[in-house]
C-alpha cells in the first residue's frame, strides 16, 4: 500500500502539508474511525511513493499505538498514524462568518510567511490552493472563512488541512517559524461545495520550542466539521 503527496498539497516549497499528509495517512485506518493521532517523523517528500505500513498494539517510539499504520520512505519513518482516546480535543468558540472575513484583513502572512507557497494558507498561492487567511481577534485565536470549492468539499483530509494552519497563526508563526508535530483530530462532519466555513484558531500552551493549539471547523449552519489539537515545533529560519 502506497501513499503520494502531490505537489500541490505541499506546506513548505519542497514537503507535504502536515495537516494534507495527516488526513490522507489517517483515512487508511479506515471510515467511522473516529478521532486519529497523526505524529510527523520527517518533513513527506512531494510526488514520491511512500509506503504504508499495518502496525498491531504496543509501543513505538514511546506512542502506544493501536491499529495503527505507518508511513515509510525507503528506510526512514516520516509519519505514523493511530486511532485515539479524545480526552483533550477543544472545541474553539467560533465567530460570525463576517468577523472571520474581517480577520482576515489583519493575516500577518500578507506582511511575513515563512511557508508562502503553503496549500493551506499561502500568500503566493491561486485558485488551485484554499487561501485560508487567519488573522488575530483577540489574544491567542484567530479566525478566517474558507469558501469551500467544488473539487475540495467532501474530502476529509481537506478538513484537516484547514485544522492545520490557523493553529501555528495563533502560535505565531511568522515571527518563530513551526512545523507541524503532532495533530489529534477528530471530522464527524463533512463540507459542501460552495460552502462558508468559519475555522477557528487557539493557543493553548508553549513550552521551549513547542506550542499547542486547538482549531475548530464550523460549518455555514454552525455545525462542527472537525476539531484538532496539534504540537507545533519551533525551527530555525533558515529551514523554513
Known sequence: ????VPHRFRGPTTSGNGGYTAGVLAARLGADVGAVTVTLRLPPPLETPMVVQPVGDGLHDGVTLRDGVTLHHGDDLVAEATRATVTDLVT???VGPEQAAEASSTYAGLRRHPFPECFVCGTARG???MGLRPGRIDHGRTACVWTVAPDLAGRAELVWAALDCPGGWAAPIEGRPMVLG???AEVPGTT????RCVVMGQLLATAGRKSFTATTLYGEDGRVVGRARSTWIAVPATAA
Do not use: K
Not at 500500500?1 to 503520494?4: A, S, W
Not at 459542501?192 to 460552502?195: I, K
Open 92 to 94: 474553539v468558540p467560533p
Open 192 to 195: 459542501r461545495p460552495g460552502e
Open 1 to 4: 500500500m502506497t501513499l503520494l
Open 182 to 184: 503532532r495533530i489529534t
Open 127 to 129: 485558485e488551485d490552493a
